[in-house]
């Protein structure tokens, strides 16, 4: 009553330092129950406390010290005077000789002087114990029950009920008063209670009334209102449970719905037939019979399925669009693993290096500078430090020259891909290499002598290379392939071709490689386009002569039809290429028409690209327009020499899936040897062509067979000689 009549007039001084006070001896009495811990100390009680504690922190300085324990009369005087501690104390039943029991005995005495200063400050509150632990604990509940009560008096709370008792608020002191405001808090709250209850009564009754909207209200509803404006209870609760009934069978009506939305989504047609025959007797029949049902159906599903036509061919686009994936994805993999291997090579020099190749070019600049020499060779000089570390390099001829010094094996291996076109500087490319493999196709386009004279060749052919064995060999038109091919001899011939479809790459097989044809292995998806479509332009006429002859009727009927195909959903996202057959002003006049009747964007997306035969050797285009050029009304020279058929060779074989062909002339304009004539006649009889070259090989292959045989020397690509018996015997 004393703290809370203190509290209530605001004289809070006493009790706050009486909190501090205990929270300090508490903190304190803590540390030390946790030192003491629960060793069992006994100490003397007929030595003064003050003596006592003086001995023990000497006998313990003396001893953490490092002092000497001594033996009896020559023991130190400190061991000597505090010898009755070991006599007379106890930890744990033992004497304390050890320094840990000291400290021991010391800390037990400190908190025996806390616990009596704790008792001092709260009276007879406190709890006279032995028990230090629980006399701490209950001096802890002490402190927190004040402070918190403190806690409570100085919040706006109190300050309210102050405000609101005024001059009474002294009276809480009394037990009996506060009984009295206890129980008139609890009218108050009451009465609250019974008005909240009646709002809310009439809120319902304006719910339930509100609900009762138009004719298809549920009876319930009334029964509910008439039982809230009558306050009868077992109304309510009967007119209650008839609501839950509707509920539930609404809610089992909601699942019947979705179940049938299910169902639909299953088997279409079911829901609609449920629903039509709602209530029907026999469906007590049919549900029995329900798994039969739907396997029956599962059946003719799956029949109708396996026997669907079209299902083929859309199993056969989805097995192309699987194998596109797993192709990309294996690209990507190879991709990501040697970019991954190239950046584990690298090393800091290596890094610098190329940095200070990248400054180096840049100040080459065009090369025509000044000191562009001797900025090109400081390049080179960084670049040939970075050719250990770089595992693979890809670059063309001019630009190896230009970045490397010609050092014997410089390179462990050096592969060269078109070789047939590389002409005869490219020799230097035996030194570089420890090994070389060289890849090339003999009967594509190769080096030119355009301009050069033949007297002059063989000229500098004796004056330079007198002790040369192959020497009229090493002329400007032969390539690296040519040369590889007569110095190493060891030709591994490569028949898969991956590009054409097998109709298209057929001209080519016919017109280059009848002794070991070339096997096709890309097959047209279901949806293909046509391989090969010709346009004869009967107003074709030419103008200009050699290079720069040009056929405009031809031009404009090729760029008409790429304008219409770009616009063809047939043809979407297929990529283009234009290829004049005789010259190149051909091909500038149809690139000029492209760009005036085509958006660049578009040019860009089918990578249309217009040249000669040499211009897309290595590359390829899903569709490929090809312009003969010629025309009557001029006259011209029949195309029969190796350079021509590598032409016409590398301009057949550059399209994926369709060729164009655009020509001003018919067969009988042509002369019977002129590759042009052959080319127009692949395209307007395909199918007649097959069967001639069919025949061919048929007697080839029957002359081989009646030579004599020996084990192994079959013909390819048949594995065995049964194989050619079994062939000849179909064909």
Known sequence: ATILGDLVVSAKGRWRRLAADSEALLRDAARLLERVGPARVEIPHDIGEDRLRADVERRLRHFEDGGWKGISFLAPRVVRETRYIVKRCRVDGQKPHTIEHLRRVRDFQDLQSKMRELRQLWGRLSVESSDFGQACRRAQELADELKELLGFFDSTLAGAIGAILGPKRTTVVSA???HDWLKAIDALLASREARDAKRQLERLLETVRGSQTGPRAHPCLHAMEMAVEARDVAAWHS???????????????ARYDRLLERLDASCPGLADLLRSTAGDPEWHQRIRTIHEAWAWSSARAWLHRVSDASAYKERVQDF???QQKIEKATEQLVSLRAWQAFFDRLDDKTVQSLTAWTRAVDRIGKGTGKHAHRHRRSARKYLMDCVPRIPAWVMPLHKLWDSVDAVPGLFDTVIVDEASQAS???LALLLLARRIIVVGDDKQNSPETVGLLEDDIARLAREHLSQFRFRDEFRPDTSLFDHAER???????????FRCVPEIIRFS????????????LRQ???NRLPPLRSQFVEKGACEGDGQRI???AEAEALVRVIESLVADQAYEGKSMGVIALQGHAQAELIETLLAQRLDPKTIEERRLRCGEPATFQGDQRDIMFLSLVIAPNVHYRALTRLPDQRRFNVAMSRARDQVWLFHSVRLHDLGPADLRRRLVAFFDSPQRVALETLSENLDHLERQARAPRQRGNHPEPYESWFEVDVALELL
């Open 424 to 426: 005869v500087d490219a």
């Open 550 to 552: 040009r056929n405009r």
């Open 509 to 520: 097989n016919d017109l280059c490689y009848r002794d070991a044809p070339l096997i096709p």
């Open 239 to 253: 007119a209650w449970q008839e609501r839950e009934r509707v509920r539930e069978d609404k809610q089992r009506l």
């Open 487 to 497: 110095a190493f001899g060891s030709l591994i011939t490569l028949r898969e071709h």
């Open 176 to 178: 009996s008063e506060r």
């Open 524 to 526: 047209a998806p279901p």
């Open 320 to 322: 192309h669009g699987l």
